[in-house]
């Protein structure tokens, strides 16, 4: 373990992480709070796993694999919403499906591709937030800036469908345009932090933050807004996390998202209960109230 000091800021591979971070650390929660209230908390995960299959084909092309993983990302997609709006497969068996159809047909990609092999898969895998170059982070901030321009910009609409969408319907929105947008969005933002926490750990970065600022807020703009902190919170606390204990970023980042949440949960509920106590009605006056019913 380094020993601790204010010079861990000074190597470039970690201000290009450390930024990186922070960019997906935004994003990640921005779609994800409209996810979670479709209750489509996974879909990051069946994206994430069509994804992979773009950085295989990417990597077999001998093609820019984040600029291939965004392409069929987004064709997954807007898959899950064709199948989802008609109704030919309910949103489960469809997210089933890109998971192991996505997983599988990378896997198999890189198999049949004589430059590639399963060792370049595990840095989309797992992450390797260490390893992004200035063109990553270029990339990333592109991306990111993109996403976050529609998912605050369009809050407004996108939380309506989202929270009914019969209702949207009937106040005139274009139901079927925003739901594509949301797919767009989420797909574009598992690209993006796929280099931060891998795959497999994508879904976690976007519901984690969103549970946690639930558990603080019922209003949908402070949770947004609070979901957004604790993204980049998690992220930059992550990130100074590994380099100081060497360990992975990406799940570094994820542990302590996940113990922030459960932390923030047990004060909840000692708030809940203390609150509970204070509102709760004597046990005469309950008394009382009974025999008058009775009466």
């Not at 470039?12 to 209750?39: E, N």
């Not at 994206?47 to 820019?64: E, K, N, P, Q, S």
């Not at 997210?95 to 996505?102: E, K, W």
Request: charged letters at 10%; one cysteine or more; glycine letters at 10%.
């Amino acid at each position: 373990m380094a020993a601790l000091s204010p010079e861990f800021l000074q190597p470039p591979f970690m201000q290009r992480a450390l930024l990186a971070a922070i960019l997906v650390g935004m994003t990640a929660p921005a779609i994800g709070t409209y996810l979670v209230q479709r209750r489509m908390a996974l879909m990051g995960d069946g994206i994430g796993h069509v994804a992979l299959f773009g950085v295989a084909i990417g990597l077999a092309l001998g093609a820019a694999p984040v600029l291939t993983a965004v392409l069929v990302a987004t064709l997954g997609a807007i898959a899950i919403e064709i199948l989802r709006e008609r109704g030919t497969a309910t949103g489960d068996v469809a997210l089933a499906l890109l998971f192991y159809g996505g997983i599988a047909g990378g896997v198999v990609t890189i198999g049949l591709s004589a430059g590639a092999s399963n060792a370049n898969l595990l840095a989309y895998l797992f992450g390797s937030l260490t390893t992004v170059s200035p063109d990553d982070v270029w990339l990333i901030a592109i991306l990111a800036g993109l996403v976050l321009a529609v998912t605050l910009g369009l809050s407004r609409w996108l939380f309506t469908v989202c929270h009914d969408e019969e209702y949207a319907k009937v106040a005139g929105l274009p139901v079927r345009a925003l739901n594509m947008v949301i797919a767009i969005a989420a797909a574009v933002t598992v690209t993006v932090a796929m280099r931060v926490v891998g795959v497999l750990l994508i879904s976690a970065l976007m519901v984690v933050p969103v549970a946690t600022a639930q558990q603080l807020s019922r209003g949908f703009r402070t949770t947004l807004a609070l979901a957004l902190g604790l993204g980049v919170l998690y992220a930059v606390a992550g990130v100074i996390f590994s380099y100081y204990a060497d360990t992975a970023p990406g799940a570094s980042i994820v542990v302590l998202g996940i113990l922030g949440f459960a932390v923030v949960s047990v004060l909840a509920a000692i708030n809940r209960t203390i609150r509970s106590q204070r509102h709760r009605p004597e046990l005469t006056e309950v008394y009382e109230d009974d025999v008058i019913i009775g009466r």
